[in-house]
């Protein structure tokens, strides 16, 4: 039994036409997970055979914009490709996330209004089930299981101050794990999670390249997010089996890749992965 992770999107809140936004794709023991949907995510989905409808539950790290965009893209996907009636999209994430997801289907009211008029087998709206993880319940909680297949998903705190609160994901299948870290900097949550996993996919930051350009604001995301040596330490500090750098910060340069890899071999001795859109890892 295997637990296979594609990364759908790797970009940064700068377009980019190589790098969709975050969102990391995960199956295992028959169920597709989405981990954050960021911008042209529905495209990758496309690429990676995954439709919106064939989601078992998306799960966000936490509620920054690059994070979300295209969530709303996901519920009208599910919804007006269901046949004949599309199942709820589950929706776990933050305290905050119910909020997010109102403010979609307000949104996306007009849409709505529009397809229950013209199609008759259309008899109501897009269903979204949200389960918001409380602080006390991420501590190492299970927010996801199916025990006849096998899988469970669990979620811990992690530290993107001043972005709170914020969660990291721990996927477990058939005695394999995946982490999916998302955005921040190394802390005990995130350490919890990593514990033995087989494989660690982390935002990482080159700060010496974003110091480097003399814009207060581009110098405001050193302090909140890993840097590639520090996702290294915390995977050699987890036993970590391999890294997978994601959401990197700024994009590698084309041919650069070997610089990233190296930053984190620094600290960790283990496979090192510099992820690209529709990438694939199978552990």
């Known amino acids: 039994m295997t637990i296979e992770i594609t990364l759908l999107g790797t970009g940064s809140p700068l377009p ?55 969530l709303n893209d996901l519920v009208t996907g599910r919804w007006i490709t269901g046949f004949p009636v599309a199942r709820a999209l589950p929706v776990i994430g933050p305290v905050g996330t119910r909020g997010v997801v109102d403010a979609i289907l307000a949104m996306l009211a007009p849409d709505i209004s529009y397809r229950l008029a013209h199609h008759d087998d259309l008899t109501a709206g897009p269903e979204v089930e949200v389960s918001e993880v409380e602080a006390s319940e991420a501590a190492g909680g299970v927010v996801w299981e199916d025990e006849v297949a096998d899988v469970r998903i669990l979620a811990e705190p992690t530290d993107h101050r001043p972005v709170e609160p914020t969660l990291g994901y721990r996927i477990e299948h058939g005695g394999r794990a995946v982490v999916i870290g998302g955005d921040g900097v190394p802390c005990d949550g995130l350490d919890r999670l990593c514990a033995g996993a087989d494989a660690y996919v982390q935002t990482v930051l080159r700060d010496d390249l974003v110091s480097a350009v003399p814009l207060q604001r581009f110098l405001d995301t050193i302090d909140y997010h890993s840097t590639v040596r520090q996702a290294g330490e915390t995977a050699a500090r987890a036993g970590v089996g391999t890294l997978v750098l994601t959401h990197q910060v700024p994009a590698p340069a084309p041919g650069t890749e070997d610089e990233w890899i190296a930053l984190a071999a620094e600290a960790f001795d283990g496979t090192i992965v510099c992820g690209r859109d529709l990438v694939v890892v199978e552990v």
């Open 16 to 70: 980019d036409p190589e790098r969709a936004g975050p969102s990391t794709l995960v199956r295992a023991g028959g169920h597709t997970f989405l981990f954050d949907a960021g911008r042209g995510v529905g495209l990758r989905l496309a690429a990676a055979a995954a439709p919106a409808g064939a989601l078992s539950a998306v799960l966000l790290t936490h509620l920054h914009s690059d994070h979300i965009t295209d």
